[in-house]
């Protein structure tokens, strides 16, 4: 690797971290509005959200011109491919983030009952699920990236359980119609966070090891 790109490669690893700290923030954040019923925390993050898309093309930008003026191969090149895919799942998230933050909004509008289903520990879960596949990034730790795919499942359940909870509600109470397929839309978001956490983790490995594991796993 020559000193010109390397210092490239350097400078893409500290803009991606940049990005995952700033986009793991902003689902704390959303998930404490909504515990919290907090609209104007919740506007902060929505707002928030144009900055992370600007980050993410900034960052793409960055990997295009590494690889069209240098050329990498081998680990480089695994490297650079693993940030463009983990820099758009980043950006996904911060969108996820924002809308959980629109819903937050509008259950305080609507002066909605708590959900009819353990959003705190399906939030918990996810946001642990985060903090390994981003921990994995940050220190290229096989281990963690495998706890947080092994967690998806987890994830994928409590989804499961919170339609069919929230399908019951609505059964019983129709009037609460519009407050509970907004709980069914956080639930929603949080799995699909999950989800992208998934894909971050998997890419870690591929990162490292250069294995796709995507569908061995």
Do not use: W
Not at 171 to 191: F, K, T, V
Request: glycine content about 2%.
């Amino acid at each position: 690797m020559t000193g010109h790109m390397e210092r490239e490669i350097s400078r893409l690893k500290k803009s991606i971290l940049a990005l995952a700290a700033v986009v793991e923030e902003s689902v704390k954040q959303a998930v404490i509005a909504l515990e919290k019923r907090d609209t104007e925390l919740a506007k902060k993050i929505i707002q928030g959200d144009l900055a992370v898309n600007q980050q993410e093309v900034e960052l793409e930008e960055e990997c295009l011109k590494i690889l069209a003026l240098h050329q990498p191969v081998a680990a480089d090149l695994r490297f650079i491919v693993a940030v463009l895919k983990i820099n758009n799942d980043l950006e996904r998230i911060g969108d996820l983030a924002a809308n959980m933050a629109d819903r937050t909004v509008d259950l305080v509008e609507d002066r909605a009952d708590t959900a009819p289903f353990d959003l705190e520990k399906m939030a918990d879960k996810v946001e642990l699920m985060l903090e390994k596949a981003l921990d994995a990034l940050v220190n290229y730790d096989i281990k963690l990236a495998n706890e947080a795919i092994e967690l998806d499942d987890e994830v994928d359940q409590m989804h499961k359980q919170s339609f069919a909870e929230v399908k019951k509600q609505i059964r019983q109470n129709p009037e609460q119609m519009d407050a509970q397929i907004n709980y069914l839309s956080i639930s929603r978001y949080l799995e699909r966070i999950a989800d992208l956490a998934t894909n971050i983790a998997e890419d870690v490995v591929y990162m490292i090891e250069g294995k796709i594991v995507r569908h061995i796993l």
